[in-house]
């Protein structure tokens, strides 16, 4: 069901993308990542197209693999920080991009602690733009480099099990991920303390289990989450250690079930919570896969976006 375009111009979240966007991104990253293998990386596919890079909030993984992507695709590329911009002055968001679009941008990649941001952004301004992230509700291109990776240790991720561990509430990756993993006819579970499972999340069609051992005996991947402490602003659960002894992935726990499963993490990790560090540094893990996958899909959003103007 693969299509040669991109049914949208904007990737605002993957419930705006089909079954063939995701896939049609799929099969271009595989032609990328072969590219970045190469001893020359570079390709020209985005000479004379110029992309900023928006971030009002905190980012490592997704803004330098955004940015790598960009210049693998020969783009010129501007960045953003809102942290030393003028934005410190009050100035709203339009007037911010609008200012920077008068500098003759074509592409805007952002990253905005409000869920909609992008969303606002594509309804006023004629640029294409990338959600790098919006708040607690999406972050495509984290889910499309998770789907991505676990294609390539499964196969086809029809009737494939995922689970999706941890602080659901508040995560953009796991609302993309279980749109994403769907599409691809992938069965989703979370699993998590009742207090960081949203009560909506059944209406999505996943499954809800409580019990981490249960969890991971039925599921082939595992992708844990980060506790995200800086938006909780009540207590979800007593104390970190109480949190690892109930629902941290440790060795033990995974050398009791009877399969050996895959282990994912979007990242930043933080070790000893939700995942130990002999799990997340093992050959179950692959969580650098990850990270290398993201440069080739990005390049591959990016490209195939670029033939939409
Ligand atoms: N996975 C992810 O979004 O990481 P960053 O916050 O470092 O970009």
């Known amino acids: 069901m693969t299509t040669s375009q991109l049914s949208t111009r904007h990737v605002l979240g993957i419930k705006y993308l089909t079954e063939g966007d995701i896939r049609l991104i799929f099969e271009t990253a595989e032609n990328f990542k072969e590219v970045i293998n190469r001893p020359i990386k570079k390709v020209p596919s985005l000479r004379d197209v110029t992309v900023a890079n928006l971030f009002f909030e905190n980012s490592t993984r997704t803004r330098l693999s955004f940015e790598l992507a960009e210049k693998r695709l020969s783009a010129d590329v501007v960045n953003f920080s809102a942290s030393s911009s003028s934005v410190k002055k009050g100035e709203t968001l339009l007037d911010t991009v609008n200012n920077i679009l008068s500098m003759k941008v074509d592409m805007v990649v952002m990253r905005h602690p409000a869920p909609g941001a992008p969303a606002y952004l594509a309804r006023h301004i004629d640029a294409n733009i990338i959600n790098a992230g919006d708040g607690t509700h999406e972050h495509p291109t984290q889910a499309l480099l998770d789907a991505y990776s ?129 799990v997340a540094d093992s050959d179950q893990s692959i969580i650098l896969q990850q990270v290398e996958n993201g440069v080739a899909i990005r390049m591959a959003v990016l490209y195939l976006l670029a033939n939409k103007r």
């Not at 240790?153 to 994403?180: E, P, W, Y």
């Not at 499954?207 to 602003?233: G, M, P, S, T």
């Open 150 to 278: 676990m294609q390539e240790q499964l196969g086809d991720l029809k009737g494939k099990k995922i689970t999706i561990m941890g602080d659901i509430l508040h995560s953009r990756v796991a609302l993309s991920n279980i749109f994403c993993l769907q599409k691809l006819g992938a069965q989703v579970t979370v699993c998590g303390p009742p207090t960081l499972i949203p009560k909506y999340i059944t209406n999505l069609g996943v499954r809800v289990e409580y019990d981490l051992r249960k969890a991971l005996e039925w599921c082939d991947v595992a992708n844990i989450l980060r506790i995200q402490l800086e938006r909780q602003d009540i207590k979800f659960f007593p104390s970190l250690r109480e949190y690892a002894s109930s629902y941290g992935v440790n060795r033990e726990i995974l050398d009791s079930l009877t399969k050996k499963i895959v282990i994912m993490h979007p990242g930043p990790i933080n070790r000893g919570v939700e995942i130990t560090s002999d």
